[in-house]
C-alpha cells in the first residue's frame, strides 16, 4: 500500500522558515521521482518542488526559486522541502506526491498524493 505522510507545517512570521518532511512507504523507492504541491485558500493545486530518482535533479516553481530546497534521504524514504525566505503568498496546504518525472510541463506525472500538511504565514 502507498502511503506518504507530511509533515512539519505550522505558522510561522513573514522571513522565516520551515522544513516539511514527506515520509514514503509500499513502493519501490528508487524507481519514482517525489513532487511537493501547494494548494492556497480558493486556488488551485500548484507544483512547487519536485527531486527525480534517476539522477537526484530538481525542478522548482519560479515563486519559490531561491528560496526553496528539496532533498531526498535514500536510506530513509523521506524527501525534504526546506523553505526559507517564506512569505504570506506561501500560505496553503503542501501536498507530496509520488511521481514518474519531474519536467512535465502540466506537473502532471503524479498519481500517489499524502494527506497534506497547513503551512501559515504571517505578515
Known amino acids: 500500500q502507498v502511503q506518504l505522510v507530511e509533515s512539519g507545517g505550522g505558522l510561522v512570521q513573514s522571513g522565516g522558515s520551515l522544513r516539511l518532511s514527506c515520509a514514503a512507504s509500499g513502493f519501490t523507492w528508487d524507481y519514482y521521482a517525489i513532487g511537493w504541491f501547494r494548494q492556497a485558500p480558493g486556488k488551485e493545486r500548484e507544483g512547487v518542488s519536485c527531486?527525480?530518482?534517476?539522477?537526484?535533479?530538481?525542478r522548482y516553481a519560479d515563486s519559490v526559486k531561491g528560496r526553496f530546497t528539496i532533498s531526498r534521504d535514500n536510506a530513509k524514504n523521506t524527501v525534504f522541502l526546506q523553505m526559507n525566505s517564506l512569505k504570506p503568498e506561501d500560505t496553503g496546504v503542501y501536498y507530496c506526491?509520488?511521481?514518474?518525472?519531474?519536467?512535465?510541463?502540466?506537473?502532471?506525472?503524479?498519481?500517489?498524493w499524502g494527506q497534506g500538511t497547513t503551512v501559515t504565514v504571517s505578515s
Open positions: 506526491a509520488r511521481g514518474y518525472g519531474c519536467y512535465a510541463q502540466d506537473w502532471d506525472e503524479f498519481d500517489y
Open positions: 527531486i527525480s530518482s534517476s539522477d537526484g535533479g530538481t
